[in-house]
């Protein structure tokens, strides 16, 4: 089955997912959230909008070199030409055209009161700019599909307009029509209705794009396959603007396990809510325990009766499987809660926990502890592989004793901040004293860390931190804040994540920092 060709699953949550309100990405972020949603099985993910701002042209420019991409196809994201300009000789066009994206998303009006108000043209021109776009793109070699912005507002108000405005742009070469809710305002019945016309009349292939302002964005998208609709479009996590797009987790989980219509390559929806939690982490909004199937608490329950049935059968209580999107069900005053995924995520990476019970409980509640005192595990794999070695074997990796650490930074009027950081340890009974500097505390002890190690081990590979990313998450009121930072390491041939805890950024970068290097000198001694 060619899911790219028989059903599409795009994701958007770089572009119209950035847009939420407060949720910022660097290229990096969009960079590693893009290999997260690669891991999922999406077909397509849009990275952005080349040309319109500087961090996107960034990302499709580092994208061409440093993603490898196993199951999605990179999109770029943009806007039919100006009015009254060729589509050759547009600035924005020529982005798009230059990007290395295969595929290329144009949104286009399609009521006619944005088209005059809006856009301040024609409605002629208008589709001239339609058309002129898509076919030139298709002439460079691009695959082209339409966002038809505010379709379902502008059907209503020109139903004949709005169906030109498909026709125009299919006859042109777009290979999909992505129908928008724009304002989120449809309900389902509506958007059904409004599908099953479009098939009728513009014989079009149809895409839908739901945000969620009525609260019915995932169920408008289910209703628009329903009539007929092969393209899906969505963020992980549900983010976007206002109230934010179709969960796209929830439709994808619906449409397999509930219509049996199998949309991602198999077995990659088990991934899902490890997915959505690693992403999570990367935008800073920590996921809702109630999200639907990947949710913390989407399968958890209490005391009681549900507690009680669940213990006999987990069916009772239960309208699926959580293994199925890779949670767990937990049963808050019960031993059993999180064995489940311990074992799996321990299968994952080499460790086979399921003949050792006691190990799992133990590992269980040592996770437990952690992640009250601010650990996460669901985007730090290698932090987790670390704490699995120790509980297994009786030791924790140890290649060198940190005797002490400390950082300055000095701030310049008018100039950058400047840190210095002083590492000392002992490898093999010798002592590394070594000092590096960076741009903030972080990059200056890791610069610091790494000397030494190079001195200490001088044939290992030259480890490089990529990313952080930190996040306060109890201000104190008192007493001292909790602070988590996970910190991405790279040899250069893969990368790992790793978690640290603190009272402060650099007290948790340090722990984050030590982690990484522990785990890449395990990984090479391996």
């Known amino acids: 089955m060619d899911l790219h060709g028989d059903f599409h699953v795009y994701d958007t949550t770089l572009r119209d997912g950035a847009q939420q309100e407060g949720l910022s990405l660097s290229v990096a972020d969009k960079l590693s959230i893009a290999r997260q949603l690669d891991d999922l099985g999406v077909g397509y993910i849009e990275g952005g909008w080349p040309g319109a701002n500087p961090k996107d042209t960034e990302f499709f420019r580092r994208a061409a070199a440093e993603l490898d991409l196993r199951n999605a196809r990179l999109a770029a994201f943009g806007a039919t030409r100006r009015a009254g ?56 070699g691009q695959t082209v599909f339409l966002d038809a912005e505010h379709f379902f507002d ?96 929830s439709v994808v989980a619906n449409l397999e396990l509930k219509l049996d219509k199998r949309v991602l390559p198999q077995g990659l929806l088990g991934e899902a809510t490890r997915i959505a939690h690693a992403v999570a982490e990367v935008t800073n909004f920590p996921p809702a325990s109630r999200q639907p199937y990947v949710g913390s608490s989407a399968f958890t329950h209490k005391a009681g009766l549900h507690a009680s049935a669940i213990k006999v059968d987990p069916d009772l209580y239960q309208h699926m499987d959580p293994s199925g999107v890779g949670n767990d069900m937990r049963l808050l005053v019960s031993d059993m809660a999180g064995r489940a995924s311990i074992e799996l995520k321990g299968r994952e990476l080499g ?63 008018g100039d950058d901040a400047v840190s210095e950081a002083t590492v000392k340890l002992k490898a093999d009974g010798v002592r590394y004293v070594q000092t590096g500097e960076g741009n903030g505390p972080v990059n200056a002890l890791d610069q610091a860390l790494r000397e030494a190690i190079g001195l200490a081990y001088p044939g290992v590979a030259k480890f490089e931190l990529i990313d952080y990313k930190v996040r306060i998450l109890d201000q104190g009121h008192g007493t001292d804040a909790i602070t988590r930072v996970l910190i991405e390491t790279t040899d250069g041939e893969a990368s790992w994540v790793t978690v640290g805890v603190g009272a ?20 090479q001694e391996a």
């Not at 050792?356 to 992640?371: G, N, P, Q």
């Not at 985007?379 to 009786?394: I, K, P």
């Open 504 to 523: 402060n950024v650099i007290e948790a970068s340090w722990g984050a920092l030590v982690d990484g290097v522990t785990f890449g000198l395990r990984r």
């Open 85 to 140: 300009v060729r589509a050759a000789d547009d600035p924005l066009v020529a982005a798009l055209r230059d990007s290395s994206a295969g595929v290329v998303t144009l949104v286009a009006k399609s009521h006619d009161r944005h088209v005059e108000l809006a856009l301040r043209t024609t409605l002629e021109e208008n589709l001239a700019m339609i058309r002129d776009t898509v076919t030139h793109l298709r002439e460079e």
């Open 154 to 249: 502008g059907y209503r108000a020109n139903r004949d307009y709005a169906l030109e405005v498909l026709r125009t742009a299919y006859d042109a070469g777009a290979e999909v029509i992505a129908l928008c809710d724009t304002n989120g305002g449809m309900l389902p019945g509506w958007v059904a209705d409004v599908v099953h016309d479009v098939r009728e009349n513009a014989q079009v292939r149809v895409g839908i794009h739901c945000h969620n302002d009525t609260g019915c964005a995932v169920a408008n998208t289910l209703a628009a396959v329903d009539a007929g609709a092969t393209h899906v479009q969505g963020t992980i996590n549900g983010y976007g603007e206002r109230t934010g797009n179709a969960d796209l987790v």
């Open 351 to 413: 460790f086979d926990l399921s003949g050792d019970r006691e190990l799992v409980t133990r590992i269980t509640e040592r996770v437990k502890v952690l992640e009250n005192r601010g650990f996460t595990f669901e985007a730090a794999d290698a932090s987790f592989e670390l704490l699995l070695v120790e509980e297994v074997e009786g030791t924790r990796p140890s290649y060198f004793e940190v005797e002490s650490w400390r950082v300055i930074t000095e701030t310049r009027p």
